[in-house]
């Protein structure tokens, strides 16, 4: 307890007998004891704010990654539909008639085949 010691405390606690007075020395303990106690429940409460603040930041971090994931995923998503619309409208490619037609209408009958 701070560094305080047996015999430094019994030093401490006859010079408070003495300048106090035994009359009013158990009302003052009283007080320090009612002050530390109001003392630690304030740090208390402050500590678990700091720890709610630090919580919410947090989670606002993760949500804001899972955004930012679910946008990406999303775009990747159109850019690949938009690929496979214009493979399966023949854009891009020369237009050979019935033959390229046929093509294309088998290729989005069928789906693509990617190596694993």
């Not at 998503?77 to 088998?106: N, Y």
């Amino acid at each position: 307890m701070f560094g305080i010691g047996m015999p430094e405390l019994i030093i401490i606690m006859v010079i408070a007998l003495i300048v106090i007075g035994p009359q009013k020395l158990p009302d003052l303990a009283k007080s320090l004891g009612k002050g530390l106690a109001e003392f630690k429940k304030a740090t208390d409460d402050f500590k678990q704010t700091i720890d709610a603040e630090t919580r919410s930041t947090e989670e606002k971090e993760h949500l804001a990654k899972l955004a930012e994931a679910k946008a990406k995923a999303e775009a990747e998503r159109l850019q690949e539909a938009e690929e496979l619309r214009l493979k399966v409208e023949g854009h891009g490619a020369p237009a050979e008639g019935p033959k390229v037609e046929a093509a294309a209408a088998a290729a989005a009958v069928e789906p693509e085949k990617k190596p694993a």
